[in-house]
């Protein structure tokens, strides 16, 4: 299924989804770095990393949102895709609470870190979630696919969607 959100023939939502996963993952790890060396250094990096993933966050969403609307009612995958959205939604809201546990704080508390870990625990369920619905249910795979189709940048659309497929079938006869 084509999502109407693309640039350069690319869907968005996975491209930025990148951003706040990495960066909310990397501030849960600065965490124990803090924990094991005492260094505030550290809790400052986390909670400014932390600030940044629910920015990118929030700009992933906006893009998710989109693709999760052009997905038709009554399927699997928009049932999928919901629970992947709302999931996201408590992964960002806990780690927006774990942001606000540091504000003003010289270190990181116990609280803040158990709120960090549980959204990122919840991160890898949304993510298989997101997963599903790229790799099962094919939401933002482009409808003509094909494994020897043009670079998108090539403005070439000449993909026959099945072509693989049918070449495999009489490959079998």
């Given amino acids: 299924m084509r999502t109407p959100a693309r640039i350069l023939g690319h869907p968005i939502h996975p491209i930025l989804i990148v951003f706040p996963l990495g960066l909310l993952s990397t501030a849960v790890v600065f965490d124990v770095v803090f924990f094991a060396t005492d260094n505030a250094r550290w809790a400052d990096v986390s909670f400014w990393m932390i600030a940044s993933g629910l920015i ?22 928009k049932s999928v895709g919901m629970w992947h959205g709302l999931g996201n939604v408590v992964v960002m809201t806990l780690f927006g609470l774990s942001w606000l546990a540091r504000y003003d704080q010289l270190g990181v508390t116990t609280a803040a870190f158990l709120l960090a870990a549980s959204g990122l625990a919840l991160s890898a369920v949304t993510g298989w979630l997101g997963g599903e619905l790229v790799m099962r249910h094919g939401v933002g795979v482009d409808d003509a696919h094909d494994l020897n189709a043009p670079s998108s940048l090539s403005g070439g659309s000449e993909a026959q969607p099945n072509a693989p497929r049918r070449q495999m079938a009489q490959d079998l006869r």
């Fill in 56 to 77: 990118g966050g929030a700009a992933a969403a906006v893009f998710g949102l989109i693709d999760w609307l052009s997905i038709p009612s009554h399927t699997r995958a």
